[in-house]
C-alpha cells in the first residue's frame, strides 16, 4: 500500500490492519553493498472480517400484555442486523435495535437476540426472561337463579347460584354475592342462604380472579319467598 518496511529473512506479518480490498505488497532484495533487486509481481489481497458482533444488555419493559424491548451491540466494522427468538421459537431477522411483542401469554417468556455483521460474523446470545401478568377482570357473570328447598317456619331456605365465571387466565379465586345489600364470599357457582324473610329479595355476583381483578357486578337478580303452595318462585 506504498509504505516501505525492510525485514530480515523471507517472510513479515502484517498486524492490526483494517478490514479492506484491494490491499498491495511488493518485495525486492537489498544485498549487503546496498544494492537493490528489481520490485516482484504486485500481490493484490483482502483483509477478510472474522471478528463476531459483542451483544449488550437488553432491556425490556412490560405493558400489560405488550412487550418492548431494546439492546445494543458493537462490532469492528459494523452491525448488520439481529436475529430474535421468543420462547425458543424460530429466529427472526430483524435490522432495529428494538422490537415489540403484542398479545404476550401470561407467565414467563424468554427473548434471545443475537447480532450479526456483514460478512455472516454472529454473535453469542443474549437473553432477557419476564413476566407477563393478569391485568384483565373476569367478565360479567350470566345465568343467575334462585331455587328453594324445604319449607321453614322461619322461613324458606333458598341456593343461589349462577354460571360460571370467564376469565382470560381461566382461574376464578372467588365470588362475591350481594343479597339484600349484604356481601357473602363462595368459591363454588352456588350458595345456600337460610332463613330468609317471606317477601321480596334480590342478589347479585362478581367474580374476582387469582392476580386480584374484580369483575363487574352482574345484573340484580329478583325473587320472593311467599307462604303460597309453592313457596318460592322467581319475579319475572
Do not use: C
Not at 490492519?17 to 500481490?43: C, K
Not at 432491556?59 to 427468538?85: P, Q
Amino acid at each position: 500500500n506504498g509504505v516501505i518496511t525492510f525485514v530480515k529473512g523471507r517472510s513479515f506479518k502484517l498486524k492490526n490492519m483494517p478490514v479492506s480490498a484491494g490491499n498491495t505488497i511488493q518485495v525486492r532484495a537489498l544485498d549487503s553493498l546496498s544494492r537493490y533487486g528489481a520490485l516482484s509481481e504486485v500481490l493484490v489481497f483482502e483483509v477478510k472480517d472474522v471478528t463476531a458482533p459483542k451483544m449488550g444488555k437488553i432491556n425490556l419493559t412490560v405493558n400489560a400484555y405488550e412487550g418492548m424491548a431494546s439492546w445494543t451491540a458493537t462490532d469492528n466494522v459494523g452491525v448488520a442486523g439481529y436475529k430474535l427468538s421468543l420462547d425458543g421459537g424460530a429466529w427472526q431477522d430483524q435490522t432495529d435495535s428494538f422490537a415489540v411483542f403484542s398479545d404476550l401469554a401470561l407467565g414467563k417468556h424468554k427473548l434471545t437476540v443475537r447480532a450479526y455483521d456483514a460478512a455472516g460474523n454472529i454473535s453469542s446470545v443474549k437473553n432477557v426472561t419476564f413476566k407477563v401478568a393478569d391485568v384483565t377482570a373476569p367478565e360479567q357473570i350470566q345465568g343467575l337463579d334462585a331455587a328453594g328447598n324445604l319449607w321453614e317456619a322461619a322461613g324458606e331456605k333458598v341456593t343461589l347460584s349462577w354460571e360460571t365465571a370467564f376469565d382470560n387466565s381461566g382461574d376464578i379465586k372467588r365470588y362475591e354475592v350481594e343479597i339484600d345489600g349484604i356481601l357473602k364470599k363462595t368459591a363454588k357457582t352456588s350458595l345456600a342462604i337460610g332463613n330468609l324473610d317471606f317477601g321480596d329479595h334480590a342478589f347479585r355476583v362478581r367474580a374476582i380472579d387469582r392476580a386480584g381483578n374484580i369483575g363487574a357486578w352482574s345484573e340484580s337478580f329478583d325473587f320472593a319467598v311467599s307462604k303460597n303452595v309453592s313457596p318460592l318462585f322467581a319475579v319475572s
